[in-house]
């Protein structure tokens, strides 16, 4: 609160708009609005209990199976380690006041450190789905307008951490998505959301859903269809028209090479995503054309990554 009040104090402007950035921050903004308002910063998030309902995983993935949404199945946790499954908080902050990501479980040796290294009365667990990724974009205006695009996911960091390579996808345009979309409608919600699919064979299932910025936001700018424009346009920040679907590059791409080369550097192993590792190899100057970082605005971001990652 005392970086806002400086903010203030020492700029021209009256009034900010708090970019839902993180989950952190976006939960200290609801829980101190009425404190930030006052300072002239415009929150654009949503109230607690609906945000809570959608960010926090086990209530949405509830929501989305009462509203006829498929999700994963959900299972107890097994005495000892037969298949892969995904353990999820079932709430931001467990019991003892920590954040837990979800844990993906792929092994014996990850299903005994699991068990005895976390809190697992504070998670719930759900099959592993395996599949194409698909992330769908939305913003939902203030006055009913909705925007929405989708991105095919071809390459994840591992453990389901940060999207390494992507392009956009014509998913947007599903009854699936529809669906999704009424569902946020039904529940009064305006803002930036990303929910993640998971597409096996001809089912989807809906894994996650994060009413904020996501990782890969620079596709949809790459793809000109911008939703930032859209949310600062909603809260009168600027002049810029609304995102046009017309506009929409269907061949634009992301592509971040310091995912990959921090996954080798932990000796991990990166996720790859309807036989991305084949189409890489074949096509890696076209992927790396697209990379984020290496560009006139960010190139020492880029070169800073290579340089420690070595």
Not at 109 to 118: C, G, I, Q
Not at 254 to 272: C, H, K, M, P, Q
Not at 282 to 299: G, L, M, P, Q, V
Request: net charge neutral; hydrophobic share 40%; glycine share 6%.
């Amino acid at each position: 609160m005392n970086i806002a009040r400086k903010i203030r104090r020492f700029s021209d402007s009256n009034s900010f708009i708090l970019a839902p950035v993180t989950e952190f921050l976006n939960r200290y903004a609801i829980c101190h609005r009425n404190e930030l308002e006052r300072l002239g910063y415009v929150i654009p998030l949503v109230g607690e209990q609906l945000y809570e309902s959608i960010s926090d995983k086990k209530k949405f993935s509830d929501i989305c199976r009462e509203y006829g949404i498929a999700t994963p199945r959900e299972m107890t946790l097994p005495e000892r380690f037969v298949s892969p499954f995904v353990a999820k908080p079932a709430k931001y902050a467990t019991n003892n006041g920590k954040i837990y990501p979800p844990v993906l479980i792929r092994t014996e040796h990850e299903f005994l450190h699991f068990v005895s290294s976390y809190p697992v009365n504070d998670f719930y667990f759900q099959e592993f789905v395996t599949g194409s990724s698909i992330y769908i974009l939305f913003y939902f205006s203030r006055s009913g307008k909705v925007f929405k695009c989708s991105q095919r996911n071809f390459m994840q960091q591992d453990g389901g951490k940060s999207i390494i390579a992507a392009k956009t996808d014509n998913f947007f345009m599903t009854s699936d998505v529809t669906m999704i979309e009424n569902l946020f409608i039904a529940m009064n919600f305006t803002g930036l959301a990303m929910v993640e699919i998971r597409k096996r064979e001809d089912k989807n299932f809906m894994i996650e859903a994060n009413p904020r910025f996501w990782g890969p936001s620079q596709l949809f700018v790459d793809a000109k269809y911008n939703l930032f424009h859209a949310m600062l346009n909603d809260w009168g920040f600027c002049n810029i028209p609304f995102p046009d679907i017309n506009t929409l590059d269907m061949n634009a791409k992301y592509f971040w090479e310091g995912g990959i080369t921090e996954d080798v550097r932990l000796g991990r192993n990166s996720a790859y995503f309807d036989g991305f590792d084949k189409i890489l190899g074949y096509n890696r100057k076209e992927w790396e054309a697209a990379e984020i970082y290496k560009r006139s605005d960010t190139i020492k971001i880029w070169e800073a990554e290579n340089l420690y990652h070595g």
